[in-house]
């Protein structure tokens, strides 16, 4: 045996493993869905706000304000006049929108009529495929292509992926071909699948319909110059004829998707940010296109513009008591509506109050809401009402407005106007007064309701949580929300007392419901009569029905009279002679003769709740104590008299270089309060005095002549 080699060492095989991609494609079938987002016309979408209605930027922006299962389609970062592909959270999404027009056009893609026609062909570059459609009522075709496998076998045994490029075209009535549509079909598989493009046909018939392979021709019995083989020819399967139902749905604001089904494994949760119904506003108003909210200029005419979006809560009731379609306006005409009534409450909605963050502002009543249901139309007006704190009220073959707004007395009355009953006065039951406000909204950011939580903490200490809670209906604001909890407490706290009783008929007659009145009762003040009939005056002076020397001795007096001009004024008053009041200013009109006037240092406010009607000469009254200063107590913070609220939402001032942020509680007046919190993991103490007197604040910041100073000193070293 002969042995010969070198040294005996080992010989190396040099053999690989072939490798073989993933197989990565697969017949795509798509969702498609029609959502009815909205009556119509709406304004649209707030993303897309900065383009051209219909424009290919606003059509790409508006991606950012249509959610699949609480994602949006596109990032909010993307550029619509440039967007990446990266910028999409979903890829292959089809939208498109109809936005509630009475002349809109029908959604493309849903199907009334299909007829698929077999072809069965293979298609090469060398020899494309035709067909033609003859039916003149057909408005799309779908060409299905059919791929027995896709991929390449490399010279060294590996299998990849493989591309395939294929176009449609038409021609219309005989003339030339063009490209219509173009798929690129890249990946591995080595099973069958199959491939579709839909064209929409808008030319005169007969149409033809061509497959045209774009890639070169590679038959896999031969190799290409790199030594590949190719796997990657394919056949025009069939073309399905398409006849759309074309249901426009006028007046309907509507969303077309379509998606792969591979994206999801369910039916996707949808939601949309939109800008929805246009409803009138006044002539003279303008909507800002930050928020909604409308502005005006000059005095209204009483005629109203082109329909606009607004979060006006106001002409969302007028819209919903006027349109016959979805509201009530197969009973009530515009003209059956005070619109003074509804403007003036409209201008007190868009008064701009602080948010309590930064220095901002935001429109005081502002309304975000989908009606999804059919409801009773009171409840429903209702509903809209309570976002502005209103009350409509039938008057005089019309509906007008009572709202919750500060306002001066419309009315005097004392013994000498209503009937012989005299005034009653009833109470609330202290237990019965919430001491809890908790008020849901919806919060944007989150997508989901929040909840806004109010405390009066003297009331809990004293009577234990009573817990109230509010939808804070349309409601998207959590300052807003805040507000609502605020008034619900300073109101129930503050608005303790209900008086009723029966005006004559000459007084009665003008009073409405939410009008203020003032009232003087002699029983009700130890007997002491303080008011009566005016027997006369000017705009400087005033005669009553008595002398004045038999009038309770004031030491501040001050006259409120009701004026000729049917309105009612207060002056205070700087002198006195027999009968005759001297004002220290003028009135805007002369005195009413036989109107009533009371002459007190204080009077006892009321907000009318109802009015009835009795015999023809008496009106039942019923009315709400009413306190003045719950407005700027719950918008600016000022003092309410007495009451304390405090809220457990934090607030931050910055005081030097440090970040302070604390949990605001109202002080008593004249009061000092040294409280300390949490920044971080140091403690700070913080010092709060009130520099005058009659200052009682929630928040640090200056409030007309009150000047707040806050000090901070860090308790231990970890403070930056």
């Known amino acids: 045996m002969i042995i010969s080699g070198s040294g005996g060492q080992q010989a190396a095989t040099g053999t690989t493993t072939p490798k073989t991609a993933k197989d990565s494609l697969n017949s795509t079938q798509y969702i498609q869905l029609i959502d009815l987002i909205s009556e119509g016309e709406i304004q649209g979408f707030p993303s897309a ?21 609480g994602t949006p389609i596109l990032k909010a970062s993307a550029n619509p006049e440039a967007p990446s592909a990266d ?24 199907e009334a009529v299909q007829t698929e026609v ?39 045994g590996d299998t990849r992926k493989d591309e395939v490029n294929w176009q449609v075209h038409l021609s219309y009535n005989g003339g030339a071909y063009f490209m219509a549509a173009r798929d690129s079909v890249y990946g591995r598989s080595a099973d069958p699948f199959q491939r579709t493009l839909t064209v929409p046909l808008s030319g005169t018939f007969p149409v033809g319909v061509r497959v045209v392979r774009e890639t070169i021709d590679r038959p896999s019995s031969e190799k290409d110059p790199s030594g590949d083989r190719h796997y990657d020819e394919f056949s025009w399967s069939s073309y399905t004829e398409l006849t759309y139902a074309k249901l426009s749905y006028p007046h309907s604001a509507l969303v077309f998707l379509q998606a792969p089904a591979s994206t999801f494994t369910t039916v996707p949760a949808r939601s949309y940010r939109i800008r929805a119904m246009k409803v009138a506003i006044p002539s003279n108003a303008t909507v800002s296109a930050a928020d909604g909210s409308l502005t005006f200029a000059g005095v209204w005419n009483g005629t109203f513009s082109t329909p606009q979006w607004t ?3 106001v002409w969302q009731l007028w819209d919903l008591l006027t349109t016959a379609r979805y509201g009530t306006g197969d009973h009530i005409n515009a003209s059956d509506l005070d619109r003074w009534a509804f403007y003036a409450a409209s201008v007190y909605a868009n008064g701009r109050v602080p948010t309590g963050v930064g220095g901002a502002t935001e429109p005081r009543f502002s309304c975000h809401v989908a009606l999804q249901s059919s409801t009773e139309a009171y409840k429903a007006i209702n509903d809209l009402a309570s976002v502005f704190r209103a009350m409509p009220f039938w008057q005089s073959g019309g509906v007008s407005l009572g709202q919750d707004r500060p306002a001066d007395a419309a009315h005097v009355f004392n013994q000498s106007n209503i009937g012989a009953e005299e005034f009653t006065y009833s109470n609330s039951s202290r237990t019965q007064r919430h001491t809890v406000a908790v008020v849901s909204w919806f919060d944007r950011d989150q997508q989901d309701v929040a909840y806004e939580v109010i405390e009066d903490r003297e009331g809990i200490a004293r009577y234990g949580a009573i817990v109230a809670s509010v939808e804070g209906f349309g409601c998207c604001s959590q300052s807003q929300a805040r507000r609502v909890g605020f008034m619900l407490l300073a109101t129930e706290n503050s608005e303790t007392d209900v008086v009723t009783f029966k005006a004559l008929a ?48 004031t030491t501040s007096p001050v006259a409120m009279v009701a004026l000729a001009d049917g309105t009612v004024a207060s002056r205070a008053v700087v002198g006195a002679s027999g009968s005759t009041l001297t004002l220290a200013s003028a009135l805007p009109a002369v005195p009413l003769v036989a109107g009533c006037y009371i002459y007190s240092d204080a009077f006892s406010l009321w907000r009318v709740l109802t009015v009835g009607e009795q015999n023809g000469d008496e009106y ?13 107590y719950v918008e600016r913070y000022l003092p309410l008299g007495g009451t304390r609220l405090a809220t457990t939402v934090n607030r931050s001032t910055r005081v030097g270089t440090a970040q302070v942020r604390v949990a605001p509680q109202q002080l008593e007046s004249s009061y000092s309060l040294t409280k300390s919190t949490k920044v971080g993991t140091a403690r700070v103490g913080v010092s709060v005095v009130a520099a005058e007197s009659t200052y009682s604040g929630q928040r640090f910041t200056r409030v007309g002549t009150a000047q707040v100073r806050v000090a901070a000193q860090a308790l231990n070293s970890s403070v930056a």
């Not at 039942?620 to 700027?632: E, V």
């Open 620 to 632: 039942p009254i019923t009315a709400l104590q009413y306190n003045p200063a719950k407005y700027d």
């Open 311 to 313: 979060t006006d809560p």
């Open 506 to 553: 000459s007084a009665g007659v003008a009073v409405r419901p939410g009008m203020i009145i003032a009232t003087e009762d002699q029983l009700h003040s130890s007997g002491a009569r303080r008011g009566g009939r005016i027997v006369g005056g000017t705009t400087t002076t005033v005669v009553i029905d008595t002398p004045v020397g038999s009038l309770p001795a």
């Open 118 to 156: 077999s072809v069965g062909v293979t298609v090469t570059n060398a020899t494309p495929i035709s067909r033609t459609i003859t039916d003149p009522d057909t408005d799309a075709v779908r060409v299905t292509v059919s791929f027995p496998r896709l991929e390449k076998y490399l010279e060294n």
């Open 49 to 69: 706000r900065a383009y051209t209605r219909g424009s290919a930027a606003y059509n790409v922006a508006l991606l950012k304000d249509i959610f699949l299962d």
């Open 87 to 110: 910028d999409y959270n979903f890829q292959d999404i089809t939208v498109a929108v109809r936005y509630g027009t009475a002349d809109q056009t029908y959604v493309p893609g849903f």
